[in-house]
């Protein structure tokens, strides 16, 4: 959809950009983060040709930009510029109306779009249509510049910090609003921040700049797990992923090496495994390596040594796949009173074991990187 190829920018004799190629899907939302000055606003800008490249191509659409009519570019994309950027001598109404009436778009429906849109960002179109910028708070403007983002219905948008004056509660609110509004209507949308709170919450893939290089370019789970040098781990934090249990998966707590015996065993020997192995529960397979079912010492260590394991172990079994979240496993580990949970793949084979244990050693090798890096 948007397609970065060697793209270097300098300004005077100074190198702000070097070589920077990125890819984003439509339908992404892509945040870019990174210091003050480190570029970001001149690669927004060069993607609505508002800034030109010294060398290398830019995409959209599959069209290189250099040859697109930059009015006509503009017009299909989307821009909140930081610092808002209305114009002062308009309405709210008109401000938000200017592309869509640019494009000679049905007035009534066009107006009726605004109102809904003022009410997304929390603006009552009663109140603030007739109004001009000036007569608004900051904050209020940045969401009339969202709404006007968003007004042009184009496939693409570009967002400078567009909640940096607002309060933490809007802020979060418009994000929330963000990310389902990105995800109904499918729009491409480049979002600037500072803030990595929020990166995280909003973006499908997170570019972390630095002196207009890409650190990293990758999904937020992928970059709060595996930060690709020092830079990015500072700049995200060690604690992020405390912050983020959601973003914990069993993958990252299980025990990948189950002990486990088949059901043609009999109970003397599987009493035999689990001393050896010191658990006090056995995963029960077949050929396959499907899970069939478990048995625990309580349940065995009273029934004729000779039972078949096939004879006696529990079938009805709860198990989770890899990609489950710590909060989903806890939830269902408490509602369920059981310690432990098998890990099976799509086929039902048994690939992991999830225990309370498990779990704390995997926080806690989590809080000693932590200790580490304050
Ligand atoms: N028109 C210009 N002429 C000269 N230098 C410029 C111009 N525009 C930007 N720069 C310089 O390019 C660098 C990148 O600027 P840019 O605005 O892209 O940074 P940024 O990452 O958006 O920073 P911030 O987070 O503070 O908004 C800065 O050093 C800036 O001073
Ligand atoms: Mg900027």
């Given at each position: 959809m948007i397609q970065f190829k060697n793209i270097s920018k300098r300004f005077g004799g100074k190198t702000i950009i070097n070589q920077f190629s990125l890819n984003i899907e439509a339908g992404e939302l892509v945040v870019f983060i990174g210091p003050s000055g480190c570029g970001k606003t001149t690669l927004l800008k060069m993607i609505n040709k508002l800034v030109q490249p010294s060398s290398g191509q830019i995409f959209v659409n599959g069209s290189?930009?250099?040859?697109?009519?930059p009015i006509e570019l503009r017009r299909n994309i989307g821009y909140v510029i930081q610092n808002t950027g209305l114009f002062p001598h308009m309405t709210i109404q008109e401000n938000v109306e200017l592309i869509p009436k640019l494009k000679g778009e049905d007035s009534q429906v066009i107006e009726s779009k605004t109102k809904e849109l003022l009410q997304i960002v929390g603006l009552d179109p009663q109140e603030?249509?007739?109004?001009?910028?000036?007569?608004?708070s900051g904050g209020q403007q940045q969401r009339v510049g969202v709404a006007r983002a968003f007004s042009?219905?184009?496939d693409i948008i570009l967002m400078d910090e567009p909640f940096s004056a607002l309060d933490p509660v809007t802020r979060t609110s418009l994000q929330d609003e963000l990310y389902l509004m990105q995800k109904e209507l499918n729009k491409t949308i480049i979002f600037v921040t500072h803030d990595m709170d929020e990166a995280i919450k909003i973006a499908d893939k997170i570019c972390i700049l630095k002196d207009g290089n890409i650190l990293q370019y990758d999904t937020p789970e992928n970059i709060l797990k595996n930060p690709a040098d020092d830079f990015v781990a500072d700049f995200i934090g060690k604690r992020r992923i405390w912050n983020n249990?959601?973003?914990?998966?069993?993958e990252d707590f299980m025990i990948t090496n189950p002990i486990k015996i088949t059901a043609r065993r009999n109970v003397l020997q599987a009493i035999e495994i689990m001393k050896e192995y010191k658990v006090d529960s056995l995963m029960v397979t077949n050929k396959q390596n499907k899970l069939i079912g478990l048995i625990t010492l309580k349940g065995i260590?009273?029934?004729?040594?000779?039972?078949?394991v096939a004879d006696v172990m529990e079938k009805n079994i709860l198990s989770v796949t890899e990609d489950a979240n710590l909060i989903s496993v806890l939830a269902t580990m408490n509602e369920h009173r059981i310690g432990y949970l098998p890990v099976v793949n799509f086929e039902n084979q048994l690939i992991g074991l999830i225990t309370r244990s498990s779990i704390l050693s995997a926080l806690s090798s989590q809080l000693i990187d932590m200790e580490v890096a304050f």
């Open positions: 290189d930009i250099s040859k697109v009519n603030y249509l007739d109004r001009y910028p000036k007569e608004l042009t219905d184009s249990p959601e973003l914990m998966t069993v260590q009273l029934l004729n040594r000779n039972s078949i």
